[in-house]
């Protein structure tokens, strides 16, 4: 039985699971409940095998309006205030941090790839949300901005140390320091995004279409892909390769490995199970 949570809608079909921003702020910001929430959903959707691939998507009119500054008032107020804002309240803030951090590390430590179907506003969190995942589709509509330092905040939820790998450093630094605006095209353009899509029900179809291809390879082989190149982007490319090397000589004889070679002497399509 699923569990059900109050910021997140998971929808599962067919090896794909759908996580589905709910607010319950205006614009699916990002409040307590998210935060308390995405790391426990990422575990679960981690250890389900029928899950092979997630794609994160809004519910609405926009895809987040990234932190929820008011609701979450009751838990950052007393740190950032007061006249006893000492080591006491400093370790706590740290602590809160490192907290919601696991939202957007989940992501990028979990096994299964995740994709991000952005359309309206994506903002603040919601940039380190999907800079987390293995990549971005968006509509037309999309606007993106790391609004973080308009309220006096560096952005540190990931964003700033996974977007130069994505975008490059002098695209990262000018969204951090002037907190601007970015559309679709130059999202497209700096390579924020994969492909835009006509309109936000265009971009589900394609971004569903996408889960579906991948959900039908080998799981494990996918899962493997995704963790050696998570592992290889910060490493040499010898260190790299070495790592892949050893990761086949140890996974590479599986059940899907027969399968995709029966398949391909019998021309037919291969059915993959993940063993």
């Known amino acids: 039985m699923d569990t059900t949570y109050k910021s997140l809608r998971i929808e599962k079909a067919d090896g794909v699971a759908e996580v589905i921003l709910l607010g319950p702020g205006r614009g699916n910001a990002m409040g307590p409940d998210f935060w308390r929430e995405m790391p426990e959903a990422i575990r679960a959707l981690d250890e389900d095998e029928s899950v092979r691939v997630v ?10 309006y990234g932190l929820d500054l008011m609701g ?27 907290d919601m951090q696991q939202s957007t590390e989940g992501i990028a430590r979990c096994r299964k790839p995740f994709i991000a179907a952005v359309h309206g506003w994506c903002i603040g969190g919601g940039m380190d949300l999907i800079a987390a995942c293995d990549f971005r589709y968006c509509s037309r509509d999309a606007k993106f901005s790391l609004r973080e330092v308009k309220v006096g905040i560096v952005a540190d939820l990931g964003a700033l140390n996974r977007l130069p790998r994505i975008i490059g450093e002098g695209h990262t630094r000018e969204l951090a320091y002037t907190g ?6 130059r999202a497209l353009r700096m390579g924020l ?7 936000a029900e265009e971009l589900l179809t394609q971004a569903r279409a996408t889960a579906r291809r991948i959900a039908e390879n080998p799981p494990l082989v996918v899962q493997g892909a995704k963790q050696v190149m998570e592992y290889c982007a910060d490493k040499s490319t010898s260190d790299g390769l070495r790592y892949v090397a050893v990761w086949n000589s140890a996974f590479l004889q599986s059940h899907d490995l027969a399968e995709a070679f029966s398949a391909f002497a019998e021309r037919r399509p291969a059915k993959f199970v993940g063993r």
């Open 193 to 199: 995004v994969n492909e835009v899509f006509p309109s």
């Open 55 to 64: 794609l994160v998507r809004g519910n609405g009119d926009h895809f987040t």
């Open 72 to 98: 979450m008032m009751e838990s950052l107020g007393p740190l950032l205030t007061g006249d006893n804002n000492l080591a006491q309240e400093r370790t706590k803030l740290l602590k809160l941090i490192g």
């Open 180 to 185: 601007g605006d970015v559309d679709a095209e």
